[in-house]
């Protein structure tokens, strides 16, 4: 794999991941336990989702086949997705969507802290932009888990076994395969052995404060980066582009 397609492969799952994680968090406009968090949550997704435009923008200068951002967002099949199983798991209850970010952000703010230190400078200036909305979302989304998970029992035994639950598909998060070792040192990439490090660290420490263990070593779901996802990904993926295969090339 020559450099520029490792490159455009590595900024098209920069861009997949933002936009199924904002489409999650997009189901959940009107079904969070307060206005404040729905306001939160509503600007949290489309933090995402303008993420996804600007990385997707990028890949398709890179491709050169004058694909644009909706071309990647809609017009693909589900198996050229390349997003992490994590975020496409379905939202579940309220304790599940925040385990669920709090476990992805942790690393997406240290992804984006080396990315902001990369050779490609179109990659760096997105990382630093969305560095500082990251680090907001990551803020507010751990006070959360720490409320649940030091709140009352119930509380308490759900976070916990939300967090159990998806803890399987962290383990993609730091699996690199040749397109993060071609971006690592073509373009001094992220380095994932040591952002795992540094990621179980920060994790375990919001678990402490939460009153939450952090689960023992596991088996690993992994294969999104390959395009091979679970099936969560196809109804959400069928959904999100309705409008678009029913009405090709519609305008609004």
Known sequence: MNSNDSLMAYVLRLADNA?????????????????????????????????????????????????????????RDENEY?????????????GDSI???????????LQLEALVHC????????????EK?????LRHDTQWLIRLGDGTEESHNRAQASVDA????????FAPDEVDNVFEAEFEGPDLFRIREQWQKNVAVVLQEATLEMP????????????????HLGFMIAEMQYLQRVHPEATW
């Open 99 to 109: 385990s669920k970010l709090v476990l992805f952000e942790s690393f997406y703010l």
């Open 119 to 130: 050779s490609d400078t179109r990659v760096a200036e997105i990382a630093a932009r969305a």
């Open 19 to 75: 936009l199924i994680l904002g489409q999650r968090m997009v189901e959940l406009v009107a079904a969070y336990p307060e206005l404040e968090e729905e306001l939160a949550n509503a600007n949290f997704a489309l933090d995402y989702l303008g993420q996804a435009r600007m990385y997707y923008t990028y890949a398709g200068e890179l491709e050169g086949m004058g694909r644009s951002e909706d071309d990647f967002a809609f017009l």
């Open 82 to 94: 390349r997003n992490f199983l994590l975020l496409e798991q379905p939202n579940g209850h309220f």
């Open 166 to 173: 998806l803890w399987r598909f962290t383990g993609e998060l």
């Open 133 to 137: 909305e990251i680090r907001y979302h």
């Open 216 to 231: 023992e070593e596991q088996w690993m779901a992994s294969g999104g980066k390959e395009g091979q996802h679970t099936e």
